[in-house]
């Protein structure tokens, strides 16, 4: 089996006032090219420190990181718990942003940045700025930015946490549509239980102080996947009894 | 000119801070008053117009070399001691140093560069530096460390980086310490040209004419009406919209 990233003994200290907090204690772990895979926890099971390691933005840790499937960093997206677009840009200017930095010619940007206005319905919005939307519309530019550079591997971090409950609902359908026409892999961040089984093709749960993965389920209900159903409600049960302090 | 067109030159031109014609309308009368009053008063004085004009020019030129010295100066100061270990050991000193009572500078200043206009603008960039590189110190403070990571995720660099990133969060404390830092310099602009004893500008007209109290108080009111009509036109607005900018 091939793989695209897997993290070998990852620890994770921060020194406090003189004291060292453990985050994380030892994350083994290893993920396929096209998998959509989920780490659920409470807060304070470190899942976004080990999600920014993962991805590169944290260096400072212990252990290793490997890239396989010659992944280049440059192929790798994020998206952020509370949208981090920039506010002095356009709607437009945030998608175009990763493609900007990856000097794409102008042309081919202008049709990349339509597409994905397309696909995300922000064609109406795509002059407006930031402050102008719902946080719902903001995440969708988030979505859309992290889209843009064709990435193979996207980290999101709690992307939803943020919306209403409708808009989450439509806005994971829509992730999921995405997923499945353009094959990325996602590794995704959540503490809902539910978000989690309705995504994943695996789950990692995490407990915390320190944070470490207690365990891997391979999530193999059907999809489309019915939140009412007994297999559902199940695995949300076993999921839940780990958590469980 | 119609609504739209005017609209579609403010978008091209990337300055969307008048929020109507009106607005613009009102801020141009403003610009016009000051001329119209420095014509006036020249009559009433009897004092050549040309002569009052170019008192006010070479004063106008004087600042506005000396400005934007100042603000490139104080942009490049900014981003390089910003933030992480630079900034730690360049802050105190940015902080002496502001504190430095910059006429200290004037009598050396006058030895090394003589009664010219260097001299001046010298002074005056001493002058306006200081809170035009604070604000903008102060503006990047706020950038999140969400949109630090964005960036990082991006790759984006060097030149990109600073016309897409860093330029676009300054640009608020630029303004605000524009407004500041010309306010100041005015005040040091007339001081230094009267100290100084230059030739020409608005420190020269004061002195010259420094026994008639009518014309002195004219001219100071001539003075005022130009700077306030320079913060209405131009800095207000452009602080409006740059602050809007940053709204999230």
């Known amino acids: ?245 | 000119m119609s609504d739209g067109i005017m609209k579609s030159i403010m978008r091209r031109a990337h300055i969307n801070i008048y929020n109507s014609r009106k607005h613009l309308a009102v801020t141009l009368l403003l610009v016009v008053l000051p001329f119209l009053f420095l014509l006036g008063f020249s009559r009433y004085a009897h004092i050549a117009a040309g002569q009052l004009f170019s008192d006010v020019g070479m004063s106008f030129v004087r600042l506005v070399v000396a400005y934007l010295i100042s603000v490139v100066l104080a942009w490049i100061l900014a981003i390089l001691f910003y933030k992480g270990r630079r900034a730690k050991v360049a802050l105190p000193v940015f902080d002496v140093l502001q504190s430095f009572p910059a006429f200290a500078m004037l009598p050396l200043a006058t030895l090394v560069f003589g009664r010219s206009n260097t001299t001046v603008i010298f002074f005056l960039v001493i002058t306006i530096i200081w809170p035009i590189l604070f604000s903008i110190l102060s503006s990047l403070k706020l950038i999140k460390h969400e949109w630090e990571e964005a960036v990082e995720i991006s790759g984006m660099g060097g030149v990109d980086y600073l016309k897409y990133f860093l330029w676009p969060v300054s640009v608020p404390g630029l303004i605000t310490g524009s407004i500041i830092g010309l306010g100041e310099g005015w005040e040091a602009l007339v001081a230094t040209e009267i100290i100084v004893r230059m030739h020409g500008g608005l420190g020269d007209f004061f002195n010259r004419y420094s026994t008639n109290a009518e014309i002195t108080a004219l001219g100071i009111a001539g003075l005022l009406i130009l700077i306030f009509s320079m913060n209405k036109l131009f800095w207000l607005p452009l602080l409006e919209s740059s602050h809007r900018r940053m709204e999230e």
Do not use: C
């Not at chain 1, 409470?42 to 499937?69: A, C, N, Q, V």
């Not at chain 1, 981090?84 to 202008?110: C, H, M, Y």
């Not at chain 1, 102080?209 to 391979?218: A, L, N, S, Y």
């Not at chain 1, 949300?236 to 302090?245: A, G, M, V």
């Open chain 1, 1 to 245: 089996m091939s793989i695209i990233l897997s993290a070998k003994h990852i620890i994770k200290t921060y020194h406090e006032s003189g004291r060292n907090l453990s985050v994380l204690a030892d994350i083994n772990l290893e993920i396929s090219p096209g998998e959509f895979f989920v780490f659920v926890g409470p807060s304070g099971s470190g899942k976004s420190t080990l999600l920014r390691i993962m991805s590169g933005l944290d260096k400072d840790f212990g252990g290793s990181i490997f890239y396989g499937e010659k992944l280049k960093p440059s192929e790798i997206s994020f998206v952020f718990q509370q949208f981090a677009l920039f506010p002095w840009l356009t709607v437009a200017q945030n998608i175009e942003f990763g493609l900007i930095a990856r000097s794409v010619p102008d042309k081919k940007r202008r049709e990349i940045v339509r597409a994905e206005l397309t696909t995300f319905g922000l064609e109406k919005f795509a002059h407006a700025y930031p402050r102008d939307l719902s946080g719902g519309m903001k995440q969708r530019v988030g979505i859309a930015r992290a889209l843009a550079t064709e990435p193979r591997v996207i980290f999101m971090d709690e992307p939803f946490s943020e919306l209403d409950s409708f808009t989450a609902t439509e806005l994971r359908k829509d992730l999921l549509r995405i997923w499945r026409e353009r094959k990325p892999t996602i590794i995704m961040v959540t503490h809902i239980i539910e978000e989690a089984i309705e995504l994943a093709d695996r789950i990692a749960v995490l407990t915390p102080r320190p944070g470490k993965i207690e365990k891997i389920f391979q999530n193999t209900l059907p999809r489309p996947r019915q939140e009412r159903s007994q297999e559902f409600y199940r695995l949300e049960d076993t999921i839940t009894e780990i958590i469980k302090p």
